[in-house]
């Protein structure tokens, strides 16, 4: 029996499925794409040390190249406060033309609009010639460690690397056919201290005050201008996060100050010549400081080229618009799929994700549906 994507997405909003609970998502998934005749892949991973396993399935329908896979995640964030949400985050209530619910626009809805794309596709082109996948992970919200790169990793192991993928983030800021994503910034956090000698602040030549450093140090990483960015990519951002002192005596010096900073990079930067660069900046005042560096993820780019010209194509069919060829956003689990084949992300509109009453236009709903119904037909054509 055929299913809507209005369907598929309620079924998948009624499972709470809160990194890392699958709470019936993949199981219901599984089993519709099992139903169309796809392969199952079953590939859970260890996570916290084994204290869990990470749900995430792998499927397939056919065997051939052209092979085209669609990356996504059921896991969602918390709720938050359920009492203020106009009606329960998990029950996928339809409101006003809309859909209601955690997940709804990320990235529920988008799974479920390219899995009825999907199943409308094979039942009109029962004989195409290639492969569709599915790259199904619980780990996307949180740590993303034993997910999506874990699965490609098998993936490359077993053969089932595809020939271009498709990340079903939600893309749009607006509207539908605002903005299909080519790339991602990188992200590096770095964990700045200065240390110092504590004491009595009416004995100045007893003590060694660490926060002037530390002033200093930021105010110059935060004065430099980084790059100009990049023709896809706007110039790298630094942006300080958090000071922390610990100091509760307003008569002390304290022994340390601690500084988090992040900085989203353009492709400019790798991770280590971005690393080399603050360490320059802050060595221009200093060198009496401590720094450590957290990878967060790096910069990829998939330059413009037939596989983006495809999905931009389709979804000005649909939409009428144009998409701008964007990098914007944090960071997805693209970053993971960009170092196999070239991968694009196209969804729903953003505007309410991770939000109360997070939702998704019914309308749009049925337009990324058509959209992705779109690609398929261009790309086995």
């Avoid at 499925?17 to 089993?31: C, F």
């Avoid at 918390?78 to 990320?106: N, Q, T, Y």
């Avoid at 990340?167 to 201290?193: A, C, D, H, K």
Wanted: glycine content about 10%; overall charge negative; proline content about 5%.
């Amino acid at each position: 029996m055929m299913q809507s994507s209005l369907t598929i997405a309620q079924k998948l909003i009624s499972c709470p499925s809160i990194t890392p609970e699958d709470a019936g998502a993949q199981v219901y998934l599984k089993s519709f794409l099992s139903d169309l005749g796809f392969t199952i892949y079953d590939l859970p991973f260890e996570g916290n040390g084994g204290t869990y396993a990470v749900p995430n399935f792998f499927a397939r329908l056919g065997t051939a190249s052209p092979h085209i896979c669609f990356a996504g995640h059921t896991d969602v964030v918390p709720a938050g406060d359920e009492a203020a949400w106009s009606v329960p985050p998990f029950e996928g209530v339809i409101k006003d033309g809309k859909l209601i619910g955690r997940g709804a626009s990320d990235m529920k809805g988008n799974i479920a609009a390219f899995a009825a794309a999907v199943q409308n596709f094979i039942q009109a082109q029962k004989n195409f010639n290639g492969s569709i996948s599915f790259l199904i992970t619980g780990d996307e919200e949180k740590e993303s460690i034993n997910g999506t790169a874990r699965v490609l990793e098998w993936m490359k192991d077993n053969n089932h690397i595809p020939d271009v993928c498709l990340v079903g983030e939600p893309s749009n800021n607006e509207f539908m056919g605002q903005e299909m994503r080519i790339g991602r910034r990188g992200s590096l956090t770095g964990y700045l201290t200065v240390r110092g000698t504590q004491g009595h602040v009416a004995y100045p030549e007893r003590i060694k005050n660490p926060l002037p450093v530390l002033v200093s140090l930021l105010n110059i990483l935060v004065a430099t201008k980084l790059d100009e960015g990049s023709e896809f990519f706007p110039a790298s951002s630094l942006q300080i996060t958090t000071i922390d002192v610990g100091n509760p005596s307003n008569n002390v010096v304290p022994a340390m100050g601690k500084a988090t900073f992040n900085i989203r990079f353009c492709d400019v930067w790798t991770t280590q010549s971005l690393e080399e660069k603050v360490r320059e900046i802050l060595n221009a005042v200093t060198k009496d400081y401590e720094i450590k560096f957290t990878r967060g993820a790096h910069s990829f780019l998939t330059k413009p080229g037939a596989w983006t010209a495809i999905v931009s194509g389709a979804i000005e069919k649909v939409t009428g618009h144009r998409p701008v060829l964007g990098t914007g956003g944090g960071t997805s689990d693209a970053r993971f799929v960009s170092q196999y084949c070239p991968v694009v992300e196209f969804g729903l509109i953003n505007k309410t994700i991770h939000q109360v009453d997070e939702s998704c236009d019914i309308a749009d709903l049925e337009k990324c549906e058509m959209i992705y119904h779109e690609i398929l037909k261009r790309y086995f054509a």
